[in-house]
Every structure is written in C-alpha cells, then in structure tokens.
C-alpha cells in the first residue's frame, strides 16, 4: 500500500514481508450479533481481539461426561434391544464366537455409522430430538445414543483425562453459522494456539472435540470482569419468584458486583459448537471459574471414574452457589432470574420467543415449548443455569501464536532472511551524528556521550543536493549481536471460503432469483459484506 515505505517490487520472493523481513501477518474482521446486540471479531499481527457488550448475561451448564452421537441417515444402526449391549462394548481381536464376531460388528456400526455434529464433515448426521431417540423405520435403530467418554468408539482418546466436575457458564453471541464473520474464525481457529484448553477447560470437559467443535482462549481486558447478581440484602425478594403469583406480586431485587478475579480463578473461551437443534454451529462465550464442582454418583461415565482409580467426593450439585466478590468480606450467594435474561425484557415484542429462564440442564430442545433444558443433551439435569446470576464483560483478547513479552520474539534478527543468524549487519549513511552545536552546550565544551561519527573526516554531511550527490555518499558497514536468535509470530495459511454463509446465502439467491442471474455469478452477491481480509501467503 502506498505510504507505508515498502519499497519491495511486487514479484520479490518476500514481498509480503517488512523491510526487517518480518512476516506481515493476515488480518481479518468481522461481527455476529443476536438479540440486535453486536460483537466484533478481529485478527491483526496474530493478536484476536473480542469486543461485544458489558454485563452479557451467561448461562451454567455441566457436561455429564457423555458424547452424544447421531446415524448417518443413509445408514443401517444399532437396534434399540442392542442398546445396553453397546453401552461398554469392547473390541475382541481374532473373534471366534458368533457373539465375538457380533460385538465387533455392533462396535463398528458405531465407529462407522454414528458421529457427532461437526461441521468439518459433510455427511447426513443430523440433530435428532429427544423424543425421536429410534427410528421409524421397521428395523428400530437408535437415531442417537449417548456414549461416556471411555468408550471404545473413541479409541482411548480419553483415557487419562481429568474428572468433569466443573460447570462453564456461556452466553450465545451468533446466530447460526456466524455469516458476517464466517472467514474470519475460520482463521483463527486453525492457528497455533487454536483448540488448546486449559485445566479448567478440561474439568469443565470443553477439550472433548466431539461435543465442542473448536474452541479459542481469550483474556479479559483489565477492565472488563465477572459480575455476579448478590441481590440487595433481602433474600425473600433476592430470589426468584417462582409461581405465577409471585411474577404477579413482587419484583425480584438484583444487584450485579464484580466477581473478585483475585480470589477466583477463571478461563475464557470463544466456543463453536452446534446449538439450538441444529446441524449449524454457533459461537459462545464460554467462561469457567475454579467453583462447584460435582460429578453425579451414578452411571457409565461415573462407573467409568471409579474403574480408573479416581475418587468422586463432590457429589451434590450447587444450585446455591456463593462467591468472593471484590470490597466484600466472605462470600456472597449468587441469585439467577426468572427470566431468559436481564437484556431481554421484551422478547415477544420483538418476534422471539419464550422469555422464562429454563431452570435445568439438559438439551434446550424445543424451547420455550416442552420439557427444554437450557444447553445440550450431555449436561446434568441437576445442574441448573442459575440464568444471568453470572455476567461478563465481551471484551478479550488472544495471542494466537506467542506471548509478546518473550525475550525472542519481534527481535531484529527475527525476519525470515535473517532466521538462525544471532549476529547481523547494518548499514548506515556515513556522518556525524550526534554531535553537539547548541551554543549553550558549546560554550560549556559539554560533549554527548553517544556522539557517533561515521565519517573519515569527523565533519557533519552535508545536505545532498540531488539524488545523485546523496548517493554518492558513503555507505558504512556495521554488526549486531543479539546473543540469540530472533523469532517471529507463525500463522498456518489455509483457503478460506469467502462463499455467502446462511442469511448472506439466502440473501444473495433471493437476488439471483430476482435479477435473472444464475449459476456461479450468485455466489458473489453480498460475498463484499462478510469481511475485509488480506492474507498473504
């Protein structure tokens, strides 16, 4: 671009690299809202930046230890009479018996036949109801079944993963398939920090990649926080109310503070993971904080905990929960509301539906209608959302490669033309640089003791008075080492799809329809509006 002093011709091998031969990274940007609220995703020097709005309200979940798997619709399944039978199957080498050689065929059925919904695979797994658990077909094939972790199917994956005792808490900030900002977490996603999760993360299970898709590490802005709804002091009116004649009677009293990040520790993510009875994926803040743990004391994935030696002892779930809150001595109960959330007051007025907290765990199904739960199919019952008793700040940031505040990194021998080299040379336009004329430093004989002279005569250059006199004047050779060798930030190219997603999509077929315009010259309608990205590459 111009103004920018790069002075590379276009077909030079480094290009899209600075004068140092430092690496210009991609940059991406986009946004996704819901509920008319926006949030702003962008990607710059391998830095991702999250900026939304305050107090967005989160709901808690807890993951049962549990995949839930979907047939392939073009598929034979597992016989709903089989479904106990597959429950702890294990794989029999060089099988004998019919029965042996029936366990290795169920297995495979499973291995073969079901998976989770994932976007990275386009096949026919499809979301199926709870309610639609079997098939209509004359065979009666489980349409899902719910695996636990240990399973055979996923081929000790988690073996030696840590206990799930920790809920997370999430807000949806997309709506499905993010279509404004599809490219841009396409990006960040792939690179080398994409998919890491922290201890807390895996005790909240959020690394287990059938359920979650893929997931990012943020951090809060120093600013930005966890605000916790404490009421204001008195418990009858703090609480809920949980009757139609307590809505008509009384309003619930609420009074967010700042959770005290000091004595509670934390990890935030940005979630995609499907939702909402979807094959399509949303995006969520996920945060996880080191409170209320719980494993329930029953079934596979508990059966499961103890076969491997570990010892459950939180096993009653905190529907009460208390936390430090900051100015505060000792902790302070958290209440949710009745309500969806403290920002949707009118959600019917505005064509959306429901408006009540959901109160349970479990899959958010059919909400509002019949028995919905507020998260998937593989969190606790018992656990409930406690629904914006837990607020937070959209404002984070991730460094999607290395921590700035290494010693290595952005040094001036960390170009890639000079990678590996410690000592490099540098090149300067001989004069006396430095040197003091001011009268009062003169007078005084002060002398700088930086002073820098390139010169053979010890004389100040002169002002060139052409291109020509200034390129004559010599050009001075000298070395710095910097004891080690400099690195850069890595980013993984990939092909992005800049193809319009979901309402772009729809948008941009109902404008072919009306203009008559067909085939590929439809894909580009509105493709301007999904972001501005420059990869280089």
């Known amino acids: 671009a111009c103004g920018t002093e790069l002075n590379r011709k276009r077909d030079d091998p480094n290009y899209y690299s600075s004068n140092s031969g430092m690496p210009l990274d991609p940059s ?25 709005e305050g107090k967005h309200g989160l709901w808690r979940v807890h993951e049962n230890g549990f995949v839930r798997v979907y047939r392939d619709a073009r598929k034979e399944g597992i016989p709903e009479v089989k479904k106990e039978a597959v429950m702890d199957i294990q794989r029999v080498e060089n099988p004998t018996t019919v029965n042996e050689k029936e366990q290795n065929r169920l297995l495979d059925l499973l291995v073969h036949h079901y998976q989770s919904i994932d976007p990275n695979y386009h096949n026919d797994f499809r979301y199926a109801f709870a309610q639609d658990e079997v ?4 065979e009666k094939w489980l349409n899902w079944i719910d695996l636990p972790i240990y399973h055979a199917k996923f081929n000790k994956t988690y073996e030696d993963h840590v206990p799930i005792d ?21 990006f960040l996603k792939a690179q080398p920090n994409g998919n890491k999760v922290g201890p807390l993360g895996k005790r909240a299970g959020l690394d287990i990649r059938e359920n979650v898709n893929n997931i990012v590490s943020f951090k809060l802005f120093d600013d930005a926080g966890v605000w916790a709804n404490i009421g204001q002091g ?46 399509a994926t949303y995006l969520s803040m996920v945060l996880v904080m080191d409170e209320f743990p719980y494993i329930r004391p029953d079934g596979y994935y508990y059966d499961g905990l103890t076969a491997r030696g570990h010892t459950v002892t939180t096993t009653t779930p905190h529907n009460n929960p208390t936390i430090s809150i900051e100015n505060e001595t000792g902790k302070k109960e958290v209440f949710g509301l009745a309500t969806y959330g403290h920002h949707h007051m009118a959600r019917i007025a505005h064509g959306l539906a429901g408006g009540g907290c959901p109160n349970k765990g479990g899959d958010v199904s059919t909400y509002p209608w019949g028995d919905a739960g507020s998260g998937w199919p593989t969190n606790y ?6 629904c914006d008793g837990f607020l937070i700040d959209i404002k984070a940031w991730a460094n999607l490669d290395r921590n700035w505040d290494d010693e290595d990194v952005f040094l001036g021998n960390a170009g890639d033309i000079y990678a590996g080299q410690e000592e490099v040379m540098y090149q300067a336009h001989a004069n006396h640089y430095g040197q003091f004329t001011d009268p009062w430093n003169v007078n005084r004989n002060a002398e700088n003791p930086y002073e820098l002279d390139f010169t053979e005569d010890g004389e100040i250059q002169p002002i060139p008075a052409n291109e020509s006199e200034a390129a004559s004047v010599p050009v001075v050779n000298f070395f710095i080492d910097f004891g080690m060798a400099g690195v850069v930030n890595k980013f993984i190219p990939l092909d992005l799809d800049l193809s319009p997603r979901a309402c772009l999509a729809d948008e941009a077929a109902a404008e072919a329809a009306r203009s008559g315009v067909r085939g590929r010259a439809a894909s580009w309608v509105c493709s301007g509006l999904i972001l501005i990205f420059l990869l280089m590459v």
């Open 28 to 52: 991406s940007s986009g946004f996704m809202a819901t509920h008319g609220t926006y949030r702003f995703l962008s990607v710059h020097e391998q830095t991702a930046i999250l900026v939304g």
């Open 135 to 138: 098939s209509d077909s004359e």
């Open 166 to 186: 920790l809920p997370y808490y999430y807000c949806q900030m997309s709506s499905p398939d993010f279509p404004h900002m599809g490219s841009t977490w396409q």
């Open 234 to 279: 008195n418990r009858n009116t703090d609480f809920m109310p949980k009757t139609l004649e307590e809505l008509k009677t009384r309003a619930q009293t609420t009074h967010w503070k700042r959770v005290d990040l000091a004595q509670v520790d934390i990890e935030v993510y940005v979630m995609e993971r499907s939702y909402h009875n979807s094959t």
């Open 381 to 386: 019952e018992e656990v409930t959302p406690i």
